[in-house]
Nanobody, 121 residues
């Protein structure tokens, strides 16, 4: 049974940074990703990392501001979020996928409970 636990959320102002962490138990999977659910909206893809060489993929809205990375020793998934804006508000979920890297939430097999971020203007 794979378990995920996110941390690092909080209340910040526009332009600030946050670093999210997701500690996983169980085996390292091929793809790991972050999703965000804003109030009243559907869950959306933020970033993913996977493949033999640690390929990364980012949603256009966060490209150049967010960085996804892993620490395989634990393993732990991170999301460094810089120059946050109000659109960054929401619950952030980490997810693991045993298949190829994808932006489709339904393809991910395991999910954490989420960590709340709020960005004020």
């Amino acid at each position: 049974q794979v378990q995920l636990e996110e941390s690092g959320g909080g209340l910040v102002q526009t332009g600030d940074s946050l670093r999210l962490s997701c500690v996983t138990s169980g085996r390292r999977t091929f793809t790991m990703g972050w999703f965000r659910q804003a109030p009243g909206k559907e869950r959306e893809f933020v970033a993913a990392i996977g493949g033999s060489f640690g390929d990364t993929d980012y949603a256009d809205a966060v490209k150049g501001r967010f960085t996804i990375s892993t620490d395989d020793a634990r393993p732990t998934l991170y999301l460094q979020m810089d120059r946050l804006n109000v659109e960054g508000t929401g619950i952030y979920f980490c997810a693991l996928d045993t298949g190829a890297m994808t932006r489709v939430a339904e393809n991910y097999d395991y999910w954490g409970q989420g960590t709340q971020d709020a960005v004020s203007s």
